[in-house]
């Protein structure tokens, strides 16, 4: 079965930096699209950056862009997501998230890891 | 990139049914059918119910249906039951090549 798993939060002072990983399993991760997906405390869903499934693109939201990076390994199975100078509103639950269907791009996300709390705060 | 506008909260009694707006602009609901929408229970990860903008993915129940009409994305939920208390999201593809998600409705079944 489809399983994602992240890791890498956790408490970090404003302007540090952090790398999350998100290790999947049970399905061929090279063939999709995948995603970061993040959810501040009693806040609602925001969408953070997209990688294509062989790495060449990725875009990013505005509110992260030039500050975080997506990328992916795929003999590793496994995306991450580097985040640099980080800000005190940076802080939210942090899921990766697989894209619907082999090769898609923004059709949904059907399978997401638990969540990896991130929290910006000195 | 702003976010797609939902109503902050909607609610019904059980059997009746309801329907969720989520109304974008004709950078993303507007071009792609690439809609999608998801149901999130306190301290769990969001489930997604509807791809591409009415299509259910298998093992979602029939009672949740969705439509677009030009800008605006909606999710119908009929014979509203206590389960289906949650928080109602959407998403869109837009033409930078990344999502939107909507800012969420809170469902209150009375």
């Known amino acids: 079965q489809v399983q994602l798993v992240e890791s890498g939060g956790g408490v970090v002072q404003p302007g540090r930096s952090l790398r999350l990983s998100c290790a999947a399993s049970?399905?061929?991760?090279?063939?999709?699209?995948m995603h970061w997906v993040r959810q501040a405390p009693g806040k609602g869903l925001e969408w953070v950056a997209v990688i294509s499934y062989d790495g060449s693109d990725k875009y990013h939201a505005d509110s992260v862009k030039g500050r975080f990076t997506i990328s992916r390994d795929n003999s590793k199975n496994t995306l991450y997501l580097r985040m640099n100078t980080l800000r005190a509103e940076d802080t939210a639950v942090y899921y990766c998230?697989?894209?619907?269907?082999?090769?898609?791009?923004?059709?949904?996300?059907?399978?997401w890891g638990q969540g990896t709390l991130v929290t910006v705060s000195s | 990139q702003s976010a797609l506008t939902q109503p902050a909260s909607v609610s019904g009694s059980p059997g009746q049914s309801i329907t969720i707006s989520c109304t974008g602009t004709?950078?993303?609901?507007?071009?792609?059918?690439?809609v999608s929408w998801y149901q999130q229970h306190p301290g769990k990860a969001p489930k997604f119910i509807l791809y591409d903008v009415s299509n259910r993915p298998s093992g979602v129940s029939n009672r949740f249906s969705g439509s677009k009409s030009g800008n605006t994305a909606s999710l119908t939920i009929s014979g509203l039951q206590a389960e289906d208390e949650a928080d109602y999201y959407c998403l869109s593809y837009t033409t930078s090549s990344t999502l939107v998600f909507g800012g969420g409705t809170k469902l209150t079944v009375l």
């Open positions: 998230a697989r894209d619907f269907e082999e090769h898609s791009h923004g059709k949904g996300f059907r399978h």
């Open positions: 004709s950078s993303d609901i507007g071009v792609y059918n690439y």
């Open positions: 049970g399905f061929i991760f090279s063939r999709y699209v």
